[in-house]
T-cell receptor, first 116, second 117 residues
């Protein structure tokens, strides 16, 4: 199946700093990428949908100025958590899908963010 | 209303036996897709199986099969011959709208499966 990578796999940062998470589709072109957030023992919550070359669409309640998403190419999307606070600590997962017949979303391995 | 409902927070199954994980969905869109993902303790989401709303036959992938009952709006996952490595969290998800759209997935709350040796 298709492979999606995320970097870093985990990060610890101080409150007030910004953290960038990369999501890459390694063997296919991803026209659409999704960013999810998962709190411990809970389900995935969609944060935003990004299409290559256009602005991301954020879900209700997600601050676009705090969670900056850039989908600069067909293989790379980035999520930047700006001025991170302890409540932003979570597991962030991206997924990617291609256009066309197969619409399966392939997920990255996730990034665990801990804000001190 | 919840789009995806998984009523079993936890399930136990004896090794080598079959287990069914329940999933019901709610949509008025005639075109939709149903997915099952496995999430082991490492956190990665592993795609298991897909069923399209217009698919006539139930999907099967190795030991995984999807019991699709459209009238009941249920899409239960059946795992046959359970293995210890099947112990994980399992999520049911739904995409509303046609396949070619940029539609996101709605996830259920998950079922934690534990396989007992």
């Amino acid at each position: 199946g298709a492979v999606v990578s995320q970097h870093p796999s985990w990060v610890i940062c101080k409150s007030g700093t910004s953290v960038k998470i990369e999501c890459r589709s390694l063997d296919f072109q991803a026209t659409t990428m999704f960013w999810y957030r998962q709190f411990p023992k809970q389900s995935l919550m969609l944060m935003a949908t990004s299409n290559e070359g256009s602005k991301a669409t954020y879900e209700q309640g997600v601050e676009k100025d705090k969670f900056l998403i850039n989908h600069a190419s067909l293989t790379l999307s980035t999520l930047t958590v700006t001025s991170a606070h302890p409540e932003d600590s979570s597991f962030y997962i991206c997924s990617a899908k291609t256009s066309g017949i197969s619409d399966t979303q392939y997920f990255g391995p996730g990034t665990r963010l801990t804000v001190l | 209303a919840q789009k995806i409902t998984q009523t079993q927070p936890g399930m136990f199954v004896q090794e080598k036996e079959a287990v069914t994980l329940d999933c019901t969905y709610d949509t008025s869109d005639p075109s939709y897709g149903l997915f099952w993902y496995k999430q082991p303790s490492s956190g990665e989401m592993i795609f298991l199986i897909y069923q399209g709303s217009y698919d006539q036959q139930n999907a099967t992938e190795g030991r995984y099969s999807l019991n699709f009952q459209k009238a009941r709006k249920s899409a239960n996952l059946v795992i046959s011959a359970s293995q210890l490595g099947d112990s994980a969290m399992y999520f049911c998800a739904m995409r509303e709208g046609p396949q070619t759209g940029a539609n996101n997935l709605f996830f259920g709350t998950g079922t934690r499966l534990t396989v007992i040796p």
